[in-house]
T-cell receptor, first 111, second 115 residues
Framework: KNEVEQSPQNLTAQEGEFITINCSYS?????LHWLQQHPGGGIVSLFM???GKKKHGRLIATINIQEKHSSLHITASHPRDSAVYIC?????????????FGEGTQLTVNP | NAGVTQTPKFQVLKTGQSMTLQCAQD?????MSWYRQDPGMGLRLIHY???????DQGEVPNGYNVSRSTTEDFPLRLLSAAPSQTSVYFC??????????????FGNGTRLTVT
């Protein structure tokens, strides 16, 4: 069982559509991360947030601490947004603590 | 700044061979870590380090060794490669311990195949 759940697993959209990717986690957190993995495999950090909303260009990330839920929105999607989007949250267990990652959402934006 | 440099990009090993994946960062980050990425699973932590001379096990450490003799370098050693270690490996660094409160910076990944 993954402590961080993402939905949907796969998402296909037409260029210009508004995209939403969801992330649910099971424990209280200090900050939640959103990452983007390019088709070539490289991973970059998009956002790190612990409350409210952050915006960078056409990307918006929101978090609801009480509901343990975060969303990543892409406005006016473009084929270059095609990538895997991954959320990650801290996880604590008896052996220590670590970031735990969702399985990712594969986004394909068609022209 | 080069960020996180990870080599090699691709590697094919035979079962039982050993090898070292190199990772270096030039951001003076104390926290460095190694992950493996397998289909249908999220990134999983192999080993991590919170500073030079300090390493610890992550979620899936068996079959791997690490050392941290300098702040910049954090190599991952496969002692005796097994087909189960076929995966994509990522090195990452962060300004904050365990990457909890600062962005993670990733290397470009190493695709390892063990036959």
């Amino acid at each position: 069982k993954n402590e961080v759940e993402q939905s949907p697993q796969n998402l296909t959209a037409q260029e210009g559509e508004f995209i939403t990717i969801n992330c649910s986690y099971s424990v209280g957190i200090s900050a939640l991360h959103w990452l983007q993995q390019h088709p070539g495999g490289g991973i970059v950090s998009l956002f790190m947030l612990s409350s409210g909303k952050k915006k960078h260009g056409r990307l918006i990330a929101t978090i609801n601490i009480q509901e343990k839920h975060s969303s990543l929105h892409i406005t006016a999607s473009h084929p270059r947004d095609s990538a895997v989007y991954i959320c990650a949250a801290p996880w604590w267990e008896t052996s220590g603590s670590r970031l735990t990652f969702g399985e990712g959402t594969q986004l394909t934006v068609n022209p | 700044n080069a960020g996180v440099t990870q080599t090699p990009k691709f590697q094919v090993l035979k079962t039982g061979q050993s090898m070292t994946l190199q990772c270096a960062q030039d951001m003076n980050h104390e926290y460095m870590s190694w992950y493996r990425q397998d289909p249908g699973m999220g990134l999983r932590l192999i080993h991590y380090s919170v500073g030079a001379g300090i390493t610890d096990q992550g979620e899936v450490p068996n079959g791997y060794n690490v050392s941290r003799s300098t702040t910049e370098d954090f190599p991952l050693r496969l002692l005796s490669a097994a087909p189960s270690q076929t995966s994509v490996y990522f090195c990452a660094s962060s300004r904050s311990p365990r990457g909890f409160n600062s962005p993670l910076h990733f290397g470009n990944g190493t695709r390892l195949t063990v036959t």
